[in-house]
């Protein structure tokens, strides 16, 4: 997937247990009462497990990231829905896998880009300069062949979720 490629997200409805009901992935192989983490890389599927169980169980909204099986990389929210037959309903937006060619400062630059703060408050947050911020940015955009700002401004509101409030950040 390249930057520039847009995808649908993917929407997949679970029983109680993580099996799955009905997704529209268009994936013939992705069919009903085959358990969700079957379709995460093997060493994300306890993590797959654990975060289905707290939805489903606990009512917590989960969002994570993780790797399907066929290695496509996806940002993942499990919301509860508690009836009889429907324990959760997933979403996932695929990220383009050269997101992992950022370094962790020059990804946590763009998440807070796209949370909306300018590159001051970004260097404030970061305890950097600003001079720092605009070359993490630079490479950013040159890591992920963006023309400009804009496109790089573009990119992490579409493919990096934003920062939850500073009062549900853990101490």
């Known amino acids: 997937m390249s930057v520039g490629t847009s995808v649908a997200p993917i929407v997949t409805i679970c029983d109680p247990q993580g099996m799955l009901v009905w997704t529209n992935h268009?994936?013939?192989g992705y069919g009903p009462g085959v358990p969700v983490w079957d379709?995460?890389?093997?060493?994300q599927r306890e993590h797959m497990k654990d975060r289905m169980?707290?939805?489903?169980y606990l009512n917590e909204v989960q969002e994570f990231e993780t790797s399907s099986d066929s290695?496509?990389?996806?940002?993942?929210?499990?919301?509860?829905?508690?009836?009889?037959d429907i324990g959760v309903c997933l979403i996932g937006i695929r990220i383009p896998d050269e997101i992992a060619?950022?370094?962790?400062?020059?990804r946590s630059c763009l998440e807070r880009l796209a949370h909306g703060n300018g590159t001051a408050d970004v260097a404030r947050e970061l305890d950097v300069s600003v001079s720092t911020v605009h070359t993490y940015l630079r490479?950013?955009?040159?890591?992920?062949?963006?023309?400009?700002?804009?496109?790089?401004?573009g990119f992490a509101s579409r493919y990096l979720p934003p920062l939850p409030p500073?009062?549900?950040l853990p101490p």
């Open 53 to 56: 169980a707290r939805a489903a």
């Open 26 to 28: 268009s994936n013939p």
């Open 139 to 153: 490479r950013s955009r040159e890591k992920l062949q963006l023309a400009n700002m804009e496109q790089l401004i």
């Open 71 to 84: 290695g496509e990389h996806y940002h993942v929210w499990i919301w509860p829905v508690n009836t009889a």
């Open 101 to 106: 060619r950022l370094t962790p400062r020059e």
């Open 39 to 43: 379709y995460v890389m093997p060493n």
């Open 166 to 168: 500073d009062d549900l």
